[in-house]
């Protein structure tokens, strides 16, 4: 068995090259990851616009993401496995929310990560406490879309900062910063403390993460201006099933090599 990635070998890491997150959701994805060597896998609830064809992630449950984090905590025997705590499961009341994100930690998470800035710093230090290992998510917080009426970047510098500053110090072992401005994420980056993993936050973050679709290709419409697609998954996969299709079809296949 190769040996888990532990938060002190992500930090030690940290010192001399930059880390790697990869979101995923299944056996497929997660040995995918983890055999590619990507520190960390993130069992996000990205699952919801990805996985379950939702519009936005808010639908995601927090037995869904229980069931994907089982299954990703099963398949990536190596990379440090996050659940990304869905929306409802970390804002009814503190001793519900430590017994969520501690469910998570028993379905094979190594720590959790919680959308926002000073609101959950008591959490994340109750949690820390607790020994559940917590990532922080600050900037863009998809979770928020309603309450900030649609997709808002806060970019108030300060807040970002203060809200950087209060996590590290409430014991988050690292921050996602989502769509920060890249001189405000070298900022955070050199001031924190923690390593930050950045997403549309420029390259001065300890590491970068990215959703596993987005990144292969599979949604070729979704083209915001910090992905790169490393691969153009739908197209080859449609090519794939098209031939399949029309192998079938003409009689093609299967041949005398695929037959008993
Ligand atoms: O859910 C998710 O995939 C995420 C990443 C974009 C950081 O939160």
Known sequence: MPKRTTIRDLQ???ESRKLTMVTAYDAFSARLVDEAGIDMALVGDSLGTTVQGRA???????????????????????????????????????????????????AGAQGVKLEGGA?????????????????????????SINATSGPRLNKEEETLVADAKLLAESGAFSLVLEMVPTEISRR???TCGVPTIGIGAGPHCSGQVLVFFDMLGYSPEFTPRF?????????????????????????KYPGPEHSY
């Open 119 to 143: 609101r959950v710093s008591k959490l994340v230090h109750r949690l820390t406490q607790a020994g559940v290992p917590v990532m922080g998510h600050i900037g863009f917080t998809p979770q």
């Open 188 to 190: 955070i980056t050199e």
């Open 227 to 251: 992905l790169k697609r490393y691969m153009n998954f739908k197209e080859q996969a449609l090519g794939a099933l098209k031939k399949y299709k029309s192998e079938v079809e003409g009689g």
């Open 56 to 106: 936005n992630t808010l639908g995601v449950s927090l037995e869904h993401t229980l069931y994907h984090t089982e299954i990703v905590a099963r398949c990536a025997e190596r990379a440090f496995v996050i659940a990304d705590m869905p929306f409802g499961s970390y804002q009814c009341g503190e001793n519900a929310a430590v017994a969520n994100c501690i469910a998570a930690i028993k």
């Open 12 to 14: 030690k890491a940290a």
